[in-house]
């Protein structure tokens, strides 16, 4: 597991290495918060990141939610103090824990297993919500066009849906794929419902 640690001071650091290393990593990177580091932290696709902010300017929060956004990966974030707008905005960011005056060598391990299941967990739900809204959609799009083929055919529903699968099944396509060439068409040809 490659696990990159963003921290400024050096000290901070080396207490997270030193408690990741005790756990058994040893594929860990320190990047300074400086320049172009979050095209270097992409370049470097790490596993998990942990960003050690001690006490954050809410710039400073900003930039590292930003990094947050930009890298999809499991987070733990360690700060040595808090209001509720910053867990709030670290929340929303998707940093996966968000640890406060916490930073001890032993409890390093638990809070990067945490951020990695919290992040999988999370992970899950999102692709259940992205599967549902999909097929939500697509469900419009078929009853769409079963509308038009039983306002043009004079089909029943369950007709027109037969007929969707049919010809989607002939063409070698996806239902969906058929049902929006079909709307797309009658929208062309002036007869859209």
């Given amino acids: 597991m490659r696990i990159v640690i963003i921290d400024d001071s050096g000290l901070r650091a080396t ?6 290393r005790d756990a058994g990593y040893d594929d860990i990177h320190i990047v300074p918060p400086r320049g172009a580091f979050v095209a270097r932290l992409e370049r470097m696709a790490p596993d998990v990141v942990l960003m050690d902010l001690g006490s954050p300017s ?14 999809a990966r499991p987070i733990a974030m360690f700060v040595d103090q808090s209001d509720d707008s910053m867990i709030g905005a670290a929340i929303d960011a ?66 027109a849906y037969a007929l969707l699968r049919s010809s989607a099944m002939n063409q070698g ?21």
């Fill in 58 to 71: 809410r710039d400073t929060l900003e930039e590292m939610l930003t990094v947050s956004r930009a890298l």
């Fill in 15 to 20: 207490v997270l290495e030193e408690g990741l």
């Fill in 173 to 193: 396509r996806k239902i969906v794929e058929v049902a929006q060439a079909l709307i797309t068409a009658s929208d062309l040809l002036g007869g859209g419902i």
């Fill in 94 to 159: 998707g940093v996966s824990a968000y640890v406060v005056d916490g930073l001890r060598k032993e409890r390093v391990k638990p809070v990067l297993e945490l951020a990695v299941r919290r992040f999988n967990a999370f992970s899950k739900i999102q692709a259940e919500l992205d599967e549902a809204r999909t097929a939500l959609s697509d469900r419009k799009v078929i009853d769409r066009a079963k509308s038009i083929l039983i306002a043009q055919r004079n089909l029943t529903e369950q007709e």
